[in-house]
């Protein structure tokens, strides 16, 4: 993930602390993991040590100290480089759960189970998603999000449906 662009994205509307940066990618996000505030504050020590974001203000106004981060225009330039650049599909990348069946056909365990609670897994997932509505009517981006979580899932679902196929295909053949 390209948390470090995100976060200047974050930072495009204005100045903010790291606890805005880290509400504001859980609302744009809102159904993927949340952003840790740890990976937060590393991410904009790293970023203003590149000279993509600075310190704008500090102050505790009674709490604890609160640094307010803003970009800089080197921050800028890099966002909107970031943002035009398409990203390379992943071609031959493994995902962990295809891994799991073929780590489970070579150990000699059975995959159908594991496909089948895999399988199980997804369609509660997807059940979620269309059950719990991503926020306002108009929260486009964050409709945009879900619907990328529900295809993916749903290409995983077609693929999890067509390798349970195949593996007792070859049961078939085996008997």
């Not at 949340?34 to 310190?55: H, I, M, W």
């Not at 926020?135 to 349970?164: K, N």
């Amino acid at each position: 993930m390209a948390t470090a662009e995100l976060v200047l994205g974050l930072l495009h509307r204005g100045p903010a602390h790291g606890y805005d940066v880290k509400r504001g990618h859980d609302a744009w996000f809102p159904d993927s993991r949340p952003l840790a505030f740890g990976q937060v504050y590393t991410t904009l020590s790293r970023l203003e040590r590149d000279g993509l974001v600075e310190v704008v203000e500090r102050g505790s106004e009674g709490g604890p100290e609160r640094t307010v981060y803003g970009l800089t225009p080197k921050g800028r330039e890099h966002l909107a480089g970031w943002l035009a650049e398409p990203i390379e599909p992943a071609v031959g990348a493994v995902d962990e759960m295809v891994r799991k069946v073929i780590a489970t056909l070579h150990t000699g365990e059975d995959a159908t189970e594991f496909l089948a609670r895999q399988r199980a897994s997804h369609l509660r997932r997807i059940r979620e998603l269309r059950s719990t509505p991503p926020g306002p009517e108009d929260d486009t981006p964050a409709r945009l999000a879900r619907d990328f979580v529900a295809i993916h899932l749903d290409a995983d679902l077609r693929w999890l449906d067509s390798a349970l196929d195949r593996l007792n295909e070859l049961k078939e053949t085996r008997r």
